[in-house]
């Protein structure tokens, strides 16, 4: 590689900016870390590990990513996020309001380095005979493996943004097959539930 041929992309860096530019999922992620207090980055690598064939994440796997990652996201992705809603507030000076701007950059770069940090931390070579179905249902063990790690359970409401994410990365995918290979691995995740009470929508 010459000095000025820039590095290749990694696949998980890839799939997040290609994700994060689909309709919706902004919002989705926005939720799903402000309402449940969810690492997105670490969302988006569950779905990206099923998607690109590398299956499912062990228990003792997520237990060492989230120590690894879990300093970095504690202390800078959510203290800023925190600092950025303070200052958002509309009954607050207009020169205070002005810092909303400039936080949310550093947001989305302290983000952008978490996911980055994540890159090296779990090497897995793509399985290529993984099929669409088998991919996709990894995506939800591997998402129902971090909720249980972190003790936080799927409603209605968080369903929603999930499913959302997942039809964004499996594209090709019909949603009403995305609802019935997830719905059995979202409901493990979340079995003090009662099943009337949750839902997953077709988008």
């Not at 992309?9 to 290609?18: D, E, I, P, T």
């Not at 999922?25 to 926005?30: G, P, T, V, W």
């Not at 299956?55 to 504690?74: E, T």
């Not at 179905?133 to 995506?139: E, F, G, N, V, Y």
Request: hydrophobic share 40%; with cysteine; glycine share 4%.
């Amino acid at each position: 590689m010459s000095p000025s041929t820039p590095p290749p992309k990694h696949s998980y860096l890839h799939f997040c900016r290609q994700t994060m530019r689909c309709s919706g999922i902004d919002a989705a992620l926005s939720k799903l870390s402000s309402r449940y207090h969810l690492n997105t980055s670490l969302l988006l690598y569950c779905v990206w590990m099923g998607e690109s064939g590398r299956g499912r994440l062990k228990k003792s796997v997520m237990s060492q990513l989230l120590a690894d990652i879990g300093p970095w996201h504690q202390h800078i992705v959510e203290s800023l996020a925190q600092l950025r809603r303070l200052v958002h507030d509309p009954e607050l000076p207009q020169w205070c309001q002005s810092l909303s701007s400039i936080l949310k950059q550093e947001c989305i770069t302290a983000e952008q380095m978490e996911k980055k940090l994540l890159v090296p931390m779990y090497n897995v070579i793509p399985n290529t005979k993984r099929t669409p179905p088998q991919r996709l249902t990894d995506a939800c063990e591997n998402l129902a493996t971090y909720c249980k790690a972190v003790n936080r359970f799927f409603d209605a409401c968080a369903c929603r943004a999930i499913q959302q994410i997942l039809i964004s990365a499996f594209p090709n995918f019909n949603p009403a097959g995305i609802e019935k290979l997830c719905f059995d691995a979202l409901l493990m995740s979340s079995s003090d539930i009662p099943i009337g009470q949750l839902d997953l929508p077709i988008a």
